[in-house]
């Protein structure tokens, strides 16, 4: 299973079904790292220094940041949905069928 780290804007609902589903989810406030307004590349290379893939619904900063380098270890950014179970179930396909996640950015989308 994946290993993550969730930008504090993730939904901890998903984060929860993404734990059931098996995977290692590190949120922002786990890390103590919540509502301190770290600059999203410094999010990243936390990420990154972690080893983890980082989730996130801030989809066009991050797309930009991984336009610039792809020296990561994997962005996973999503739209907003409300049927979080589904959500969780789309992030756990899409990145099983992606298998190395570095330097990749997926999107995952609602629907």
Known sequence: ???????????????????????????????????????DSEVLAYATELGRILLTLNRWDFIDLHSKSNQHAGIVVCSQDANVSQQAENIHKAVASAGNMDGVLLRVNRG
Request: glycine share 6%; net charge neutral; no cysteine.
């Open 1 to 39: 299973m994946a290993s993550f780290y969730s930008n504090e804007n993730f939904p901890i609902k998903v984060v929860q079904q993404l734990r059931e589903l098996g995977h290692d989810v590190l949120t922002s406030h786990d890390a103590g790292k919540a509502n301190q307004r770290i600059p």
